[in-house]
Every structure is written in structure tokens, then in C-alpha cells.
């Protein structure tokens, strides 16, 4: 079964930096990324990054965050730079397997809170 590990996340002020780690048991997912959540609102993805190294950002972080990962650790990292207050939100770790019938795993959250 495939489980997430998720560390970082906290507490800073705007203008601030904070990391994220992920690290999912299992092998060969195809997509790993980040979505986040803020209360009262949908989530949305974050980032996310192929085996191959191509990554994808949302345009609200673009410039401020950086998504990695170690296909080797199987594990997902989301440096942030230069945090907003509108960062604020639970964000969720999750890894992809397959193609032609994808899954998605999920990890439990990691709240990420910064204040003005």
C-alpha cells in the first residue's frame, strides 16, 4: 500500500521561506506534486514534477516556489521563497502511478501559515 510522509510546513512572516518534504513508499509514479488548500476555498494545485524533470506551477507561485524531487528516495520537495499571506493553506502531498489507468495517492497535509 502506498503511503506519504509529509514534513516541513510551519509557521513565518511574509517575505519568508519554508520547505516541504514528501516521501512516498512504493516506486514508479509518474507525477509527484503539491495541492494546498485555504479554508472556504477549492483545492488547487501547486506544482507538480514527471520522472522526467518537467514541472509545472501555478501562476500565483511561479517565481517564488521550486518543486524537486529524488526518484531515487521517491520523495517530493517544494522549496517556497518570498511567502505571501494568501500562502496560507493546508498543502497536500501526492504521487501519481500509471498511465493509462492513474492513481493518485494522498498524504495527510502539512499546514503551511504565514502572517502579514
Known amino acids: 500500500q502506498v503511503q506519504l510522509a509529509e514534513s516541513g510546513g510551519g509557521w513565518v512572516q511574509a517575505g519568508g521561506s519554508l520547505s516541504l518534504s514528501c516521501a512516498a513508499s512504493?516506486?514508479?509514479?509518474?507525477?509527484m506534486g503539491w495541492y494546498r488548500q485555504a479554508p472556504g476555498k477549492q483545492r488547487e494545485l501547486v506544482a507538480n514534477?514527471?520522472?522526467?524533470?518537467?514541472?509545472n506551477y501555478a501562476d500565483s507561485v511561479k517565481g517564488r516556489f521550486t518543486i524537486s524531487r529524488d526518484n531515487a528516495k521517491n520523495t517530493v520537495y517544494l522549496q517556497m521563497n518570498s511567502l505571501k499571506p494568501e500562502d496560507t493553506a493546508m498543502y497536500y502531498c501526492?504521487?501519481?502511478?500509471?498511465?493509462?489507468?492513474?492513481?493518485?495517492?494522498w498524504g495527510q497535509g502539512t499546514q503551511v501559515t504565514v502572517s502579514s
Open positions: 514534477i514527471l520522472s522526467s524533470g518537467t514541472t
Open positions: 512504493g516506486s514508479s509514479f509518474n507525477v
Open positions: 501526492y504521487a501519481r502511478q500509471g498511465i493509462l489507468a492513474p492513481r493518485n495517492y
